[in-house]
T-cell receptor
Framework: TQLLEQSPQFLSIQEGENLTVYCNSS?????LQWYRQEPGEGPVLLVT?????EVKKLKRLTFQFGDARKDSSLHITAAQPGDTGLYLC?????????????FGKGTHLIIQP | EPEVTQTPSHQVTQMGQEVILRCVPI?????FYWYRQILGQKVEFLVS????????KSEIFDDQFSVERPDGSNFTLKIRSTKLEDSAMYFC?????????????FGPGTRLTVL
């Protein structure tokens, strides 16, 4: 069974600070997707990383896939209150088909003005 | 921007009743999925569907569940005899390709409450 552990579970910081959240597994994933989920809504895709060591940037958000494709991180620079939300990582399977994603429990992020 | 849509947004049913949850995936996508999220828990994979048949299913997806693509646009999840523990948010997702997991786009969900 593949598991994804996200840390920290909760994070509350002041506006303007930088932060990093982590997504770790003992399993190799063919891809790693980061989503943001608001209460009562569906996950919204932020980014997909597929190559070990890959780095993608989305404005103030930087996503990295570990070299061994077992872990990933999300770094936010100069966090803003609008970044508040639940951030989920999800790993894709061995590929070659309609693989279900394995989700982590998420990091609840609160950015205080 | 194309999006996945789901109906109804809320469904309340009595234990033992059948429910059908409906989804319209993104129009040119080939792979379709159902996930569920029990309140306060993580999103869990139920089933994937490709080329008019189930591609993969989890242990959660037992004989009480079935999926169907009755026409060229809709994708449905049926629960034959609902149980209290089926209460959850159910999300439909679709992707344009299956290699390396693909990029899966999620709908807004259906909140199912079983009384």
């Amino acid at each position: 069974t593949q598991l994804l552990e996200q840390s920290p579970q909760f994070l509350s910081i002041q506006e303007g600070e930088n932060l990093t959240v982590y997504c770790n597994s003992s399993s190799v994933f063919s891809s790693l997707q980061w989503y943001r989920q608001e209460p009562g809504e569906g996950p919204v895709l932020l980014v997909t990383v597929v190559t070990g060591g890959e780095v993608k940037k989305l404005k103030r958000l930087t996503f990295q896939f570990g070299d061994a494709r077992k872990d990933s991180s999300l770094h936010i620079t100069a966090a803003q209150p609008g970044d508040t939300g639940l951030y989920l990582c999800a790993g894709g399977g061995s590929g070659g088909g309609a693989d279900g994603l394995t989700f982590g429990k998420g990091t609840h992020l609160i950015i205080q003005p | 921007e194309p999006e996945v849509t789901q109906t109804p947004s809320h469904q309340v049913t009595q234990m033992g009743q059948e429910v059908i949850l409906r989804c319209v995936p993104i129009s040119n996508h080939l792979y379709f999925y159902w996930y569920r999220q029990i309140l306060g828990q993580k999103v869990e994979f139920l089933v994937s569907f490709y080329n008019n048949e189930i591609s993969e299913k989890s242990e959660i997806f037992d004989d009480q569940f079935s999926v169907e693509r009755p026409d060229g646009s809709n994708f449905t999840l049926k629960i034959r005899s609902t149980k209290l523990e089926d209460s959850a948010m159910y999300f439909c997702a679709s992707s344009g390709f299956g290699l390396a997991g693909g990029e899966q786009f999620f709908g807004p969900g259906t909140r199912l409450t079983v009384l």
